[in-house]
T-cell receptor, first 115, second 113 residues
Framework: AQKVTQAQTEISVVEKEDVTLDCVYE???????LFWYKQPPSGELVFLIR??????QNEISGRYSWNFQKSTSSFNFTITASQVVDSAVYFC????????????FGSGTRLQVQP | NAGVTQTPKFQVLKTGQSMTLQCAQD?????MSWYRQDPGMGLRLIHY???????DQGEVPNGYNVSRSTTEDFPLRLLSAAPSQTSVYFC????????????FGQGTRLTVV
């Protein structure tokens, strides 16, 4: 069975602070995908990143960066110099590499960025 | 491009009523799935399909039926609505290839009274 844990229910920061959202996962699969999605107040789900389990390179995209550590089953997401527009619920998710491709989601972390 | 289209966006049902949530995608994706989102629980998989004519249950399938007669459409049927089915429902689709992301519809907010 797959499981994704986002222990931080809610985080509040002041604009320009850096913030890290934690994600820990469990799976018996040897190859899998990890994802982060953003859900702004408008409610849609916005894809942020996909990571293959056999690619442990960290990734940076603008103010966003992701730290994948297979040894600790973690896939953490850092926002540098946060902005009010980053306020949203962020979901970490996991899917298998073959067969069923449906996502197993964490419970989400609500990020509030105060001006 | 329309992407993944869900209808309706909002719906209020009475307990015991039945209805169908529609989901259509125009990207020729093989994989489609339905999730429900409840406060504090993230999104949970209801049913999924790996292609036309093939469906299977997810984590929380009770009270829901699906069918996939075409690649494009994947409707979700509530057989006899219950207040516990009050939720936001999302449909998603993705390619069958290796490097793929799931594209989500805008969601349907369902209230059962």
């Amino acid at each position: 069975a797959q499981k994704v844990t986002q222990a931080q229910t809610e985080i509040s920061v002041v604009e320009k602070e850096d913030v890290t959202l934690d994600c820990v996962y469990e799976t018996r699969d040897t190859t899998y995908y990890l994802f982060w999605y953003k859900q702004p107040p408008s409610g849609e789900l916005v894809f942020l990143i996909r990571r293959n389990s056999f690619d442990e390179q960290n990734e940076i995209s603008g103010r966003y960066s992701w730290n994948f550590q297979k040894s600790t089953s973690s896939f953490n997401f850092t926002i540098t110099a946060s902005q009010v527009v980053d306020s949203a619920v962020y979901f970490c998710a996991l899917s298998g590499f073959t067969g069923r491709r449906a996502l197993t989601f964490g419970s989400g972390t609500r990020l509030q960025v105060q001006p | 491009n329309a992407g993944v289209t869900q209808t309706p966006k909002f719906q209020v049902l009475k307990t015991g009523q039945s209805m169908t949530l529609q989901c259509a995608q125009d990207m020729n994706h093989e994989y489609m799935s339905w999730y429900r989102q409840d406060p504090g629980m993230g999104l949970r998989l209801i049913h999924y399909s790996v292609g036309a004519g093939i469906t299977d249950q997810g984590e929380v399938p009770n009270g829901y039926n699906v069918s996939r007669s075409t690649t494009e459409d994947f409707p979700l049927r509530l057989l006899s609505a219950a207040p516990s089915q009050t939720s936001v429902y999302f449909c998603a689709s993705s390619w069958g290839g290796r490097n793929t992301e799931a594209f989500f519809g805008q969601g349907t907010r369902l209230t059962v009274v």
